[in-house]
């Protein structure tokens, strides 16, 4: 039987249809597209052909070369250069100048090795690239909103093949995110505890949609699971922000992070997917009202007209199943 569950993180009900999984599907998987490496901007040598870097993160065993790069976005849907204006266009028309931040950070030399399938130590240097680029924009008090993130395959909105994250900076908060702080600010007023923390507690202590932890991070499948098969990674450590992150906590976090792409490349067939970080806006990094996480999010299959009209997600899986598939998976070598 189907039933209903309640995300307290986001006020959103979830419809848990077990059944749909059976439905016929007529049409073939979309195949992904061939990747060209002569054409790809992030490959080694075609360092000329993108925006201006910002950091990297050398090779360790050639040092003439890099292991991560960060640039500007060459194709950016907000920038620095922007005035930052705010006008009014009639009584119900706003507009704001595109001011903000767009970034890539190309995750590794290497155009055809997933995440799933790099070294804890390669992830461990993308994470402190990310970190050292978030800080490095908190510094900009016109930004309000960082956002983390990473797509991969044509089924998550990915353009170039080679793996790559990004980074967009708001002069605002978007209203999801200034509804999930807000939900939880309101948790907080009325409990006096963080709710992602509390629910943390409770998902430790039930186990059966934790997937995988160590001392400073958890895994679990969210109760209220808004795709099949979403994880999210949360530190066992109080923390409102990724910018307060530990670098002896990335190496941790990066050996987690492997685990979990791991088991989800093996389960799934390196599926497309979409990987967000969740911190609270620029200034509240002090606060106690939320905690820091991982959202990622396999695109299995596509939404359709009840979710894209009701806002209300339909996941045929329940997330204590997909758990254990999930820890039942061999890791790949490597």
Same mark, same amino acid.
């Given at each position: 039987?189907?039933? =209903? ?20 599907? *007529?049409?073939?998987?979309? #195949?992904? @597209? ?41 194709? #950016?849907?907000?920038?620095?250069? &922007? ?11 706003? +507009?704001?100048?595109?001011?903000? &931040? ?13 995440? &799933? =399938? @790099? ?5 461990? $240097? ?39 994250? +990004? ?7 978007? $209203? ?9 600010? *309101? ?16 998902? =430790? ?10 001392? /400073? ?9 808004? %795709? ?10 109080? +923390?409102?922000?990724?910018? @307060? ?10 050996? %987690? ?30 606060? *106690? ?9 396999? $695109?299995?299959?596509? @939404? /359709? ?12 899986? =329940?997330?204590?199943?997909? &758990? ?11």
């Amino acid at each position: 039987m189907s039933h =209903l569950r309640y995300d307290v993180t986001t006020h959103d009900w979830v419809i848990f249809a077990t059944e749909r999984t059976r439905r016929p599907h *007529d049409l073939p998987p979309r #195949p992904e @597209q061939a990747s060209d490496t002569s054409t790809c901007p992030f490959c080694p040598g075609k360092e000329g052909e993108t925006h201006w870097e910002l950091f990297r993160i050398p090779d360790p065993h050639r040092p003439e070369t890099w292991s991560v790069r960060a640039v500007a976005n060459k194709f #950016p849907a907000l920038t620095l250069e &922007a005035k930052g204006g705010f006008t009014e266009r009639g009584r119900h028309f706003q +507009q704001y100048d595109g001011y903000g &931040a767009h970034e890539v950070i190309v995750e590794s030399p290497d155009h055809f090795t997933p995440m &799933a =399938l @790099q070294s804890r130590m390669q992830i461990e $240097r993308v994470l402190v690239a990310l970190q050292t680029r978030y800080r490095a924009l908190m510094l900009d008090r016109r930004l309000r909103s960082i956002i983390l993130f990473k797509n991969h395959g044509a089924a998550a909105g990915t353009s170039l093949k080679h793996p790559h994250w +990004q980074i967009l900076a708001t002069p605002l908060v978007p $209203r999801m995110l200034r509804q999930r702080h807000d939900i939880a600010t *309101d948790y907080f007023d009325r409990n006096f505890k963080c709710l992602h923390n509390v629910l943390l507690e409770e998902e =430790l202590s039930i186990g059966s949609r934790v997937l995988a932890m160590n001392e /400073a991070f958890a895994a679990v499948l969210p109760y209220a699971s808004h %795709l099949p098969y979403q994880v999210r990674i949360l530190p066992r450590v109080f +923390q409102a922000s990724f910018s @307060q992150a530990s670098w002896e906590q990335l190496g941790l976090l990066a050996s %987690l992070l492997k685990e979990v792409m791991g088991r989800l490349y093996t389960a799934l067939g390196d599926p497309a997917f979409n990987l967000t970080f969740v911190s609270p806006p620029i200034g509240d990094e002090d606060e *106690d009202y939320f905690l820091w996480h991982i959202d990622i999010l396999p $695109r299995l299959f596509t @939404q /359709a007209g009840f979710e894209m009209g009701s806002g209300m997600s339909i996941n045929p899986i =329940l997330p204590e199943t997909a &758990a254990q598939e999930l820890r039942d998976a061999a890791l790949p070598a490597g």
